[in-house]
């Protein structure tokens, strides 16, 4: 079995279709496609897009003899499997709508999954359900009582009759799917996404944000149920005729090599991450490794999905030394679902710009001010450091609002708002949230905050996640930074908030998970944090250890800091009713003590 060319026979063509379906007819054209592989880097499926265009038609007609009426939501679990994309695409060519629910087994709460499965079936009022063997009994136990046409395995479908009518594609006009949202500040959100809207949008990613060229290759471990995954690394390379190469993202986080592995084997030239993947491949590679990669090919790594931390980019790169990889290759981007994927880019190959901001004059005056003679060593030393994720693509306009809707002037931090084509048209079935964050002319607020340099942007946080401490801005990560300074911590493993107190006073939390969280070691760890913090910020924050892996993520992977506060807060809630506004380093100890 060989892995489809990177080289294609057919012209690029980047983007400019009126549907989906079409972007599938044109990439058939060619010899590119899809290739899975397993954890130890096997190569076990390869679908070409001429074969995933018969595949999908069939099963096109399979859906079509269900009698389903046009706009019908079809729920697809979404593994990283060819099923998944067979299933999509059917939908497209029967006029169905595809909606990406989480993939992810974690015994320990199973009952979680399923009603989180069962209130997104709901969200999305699915008729049609579908789910790899290992998922299945989740999806059944979810869906009981609902009312679902069908729900089955891939095998399942296989078994029904095809419908003898004439496939009728989902039209430019027409919703092309449904997207939740990562829920990293609240439930997530089921996005309403257009075909004229993503067709937009990946025009101008490969266009202008990537500047896709014909003999590109892609590697992918991302979810497909996430926007980044699904919308940059299965629709995108459909829609530029690029071959892809999938790992799943359970297979990647055991062995996050094969990463790298993958993209050196095929000479690959475009992947993305959000920055814990980098972190991951950090910690697990080894020197020894470099000699058996060649990343010269690699010419866009790119970051986004969360906030980008320039450091952990920078480690990166530093342990892969030896292997090739230039640095000039990390790209910085910022996008959300809501607007179908990207908004902005960073320029191709000029890696990352990092702006150097006096951090008590960012919190005291919301200006980001640059740290005298730019210097600073990355968090510490009063200064905050920012990526720059570039200029927003063509016909999309960005405003810095202050709270009053006034627009903000260069380096006045606000919350960010976008208008242009990639817009959602509303939250599935949740008009009060959708007339929350979106205006009548089209401007959406993104409960992101940030600042723009001429015309660049640059973002500092969600506001949702802003620390308020006696009038002073505080942002988590700038807290969480210094706790994964230490050597007991690693990245990705502290998770700031803030409480009420009893005086209504915001108070600063933070729960880090480690090996040695009980103790004198525990304690050491919480006295010299609590210190730090103090030091380097002014303020006092209470401190949690906890086992690690105990801090909840979104389930594409992302920090959950509201269901750490929430989880914190059913944990302490009763303890901190009873204490005064400062946490003493007594009690401190204690939560240490039995974290």
Not at 58 to 71: D, I, M, N, S, W
Not at 130 to 156: N, Q, Y
Not at 405 to 431: N, Q
Request: charged fraction near 20%; include cysteine; proline fraction near 5%.
């Amino acid at each position: 079995m060989k892995p489809t060319p990177t080289e294609n026979r057919v012209p690029l063509r980047p983007g400019e279709f009126d549907n989906l379906s079409e972007a599938l007819d044109y990439a058939a054209r060619g010899v590119t496609g899809c290739n899975f592989y397993t954890g130890k880097g096997e190569l076990y499926t390869v679908v070409s897009y001429a074969e995933l265009r018969e595949q999908a038609q069939t099963l096109a007609r399979r859906l079509q003899g269900l009698g389903l009426p046009r706009g019908t939501r079809v729920a697809l679990l979404a593994d990283t499997s060819p099923d998944f994309i067979r299933f999509f695409f059917a939908c497209q060519y029967a006029g169905l709508v595809p909606v990406p629910l989480p993939a992810f087994i974690h015994l320990s709460n199973r009952s979680v999954y399923v009603e989180q499965l069962r209130a997104l079936l709901v969200i999305c009022q699915a008729s049609v359900a579908v789910a790899p063997l290992a998922f299945l009994p989740f999806l059944t136990e979810a869906s009981e009582g609902l009312d679902l046409r069908f729900v089955g395995s891939p095998e399942d479908f296989g078994a029904l009759s095809e419908g003898t009518n004439a496939l009728s594609p989902l039209g430019s006009d027409e919703v092309a799917y449904l997207q939740y949202t990562s829920g990293s500040t609240r439930f997530p959100r089921g996005v309403m996404i257009t075909q004229q809207a993503v067709l937009n949008n990946l025009s101008g990613i490969i266009k202008h944000g990537l500047a896709v060229r014909s003999f590109d290759r892609c590697v992918s471990w991302l979810p497909f149920y996430h926007d980044m995954g699904l919308v940059g690394f299965v629709l995108g390379p459909v829609a530029s005729q690029l071959s892809t190469d999938y790992l799943s993202p359970r297979d990647f986080a055991m062995r996050p090599r094969q990463w790298l592995s993958l993209i050196a084997k095929n000479s690959a030239t475009i992947s993305f991450s959000p920055t814990f993947g980098y972190d991951l491949c950090t910690r697990r590679f080894r020197q020894e490794d470099a000699t058996a990669l060649d990343l010269r090919s690699w010419r866009v790594a790119g970051a986004g999905a969360e906030m980008i931390r320039h450091e952990s980019l920078a480690n990166f790169a530093k342990a892969l030394n030896g292997t090739g990889f230039n640095a000039n290759a990390f790209m910085a981007c910022y996008g959300m679902a809501e607007c179908s994927l990207a908004v902005s880019f960073a320029p191709v190959f000029q890696g990352l710009e990092i702006d150097r901001v006096d951090r008590d004059y960012l919190s005291e005056r919301q200006v980001a001010r640059v740290a005298p003679n730019g210097t600073g060593d990355g968090n510490r030393s009063g200064v905050s450091s920012f990526v720059n994720c570039g200029k927003p693509l063509p016909e999309y306009e960005i405003q810095i609002r202050n709270e009053e809707g006034r627009e903000l002037g260069d380096r006045e931090c606000g919350t960010i708002f976008l208008r242009g084509p990639s817009i959602m048209t509303s939250y599935c079935g949740d008009a009060d949230a959708t007339q929350e964050v979106l205006s009548p002319d089209g401007w959406l607020n993104t409960g992101d905050v940030g600042y723009r340099v001429k015309g660049h942007l640059f973002i500092t946080g969600r506001i949702k996640d802003l620390i308020i401490i006696n009038g002073r801005n505080i942002w988590p990560q700038d807290l969480e930074y210094l706790a994964e300074q230490q050597p007991e911590v690693r990245p990705g493993d502290a998770s700031a908030f803030s409480v009420s107190g009893v005086d209504g006073e915001e108070l600063a939390m933070m729960v880090v998970q480690c090996g040695e969280f009980t103790g004198i070691q525990g304690g050491n760890l919480i006295d010299r944090l609590q210190r730090m913090i103090r030091e380097e910020l002014g303020i006092n924050c209470f401190i949690e250890l906890a086992r690690p892996h105990t801090l909840p993520r979104t389930s594409s992977g992302k920090l959950s800091r509201s269901r750490t506060r929430q989880d914190f807060l059913q944990r302490r809630g009763q303890l901190f009713s009873n204490e005064s506004k400062h946490a003493s380093s007594e009690l401190a100890r204690e939560c240490g003590a039995t974290g």
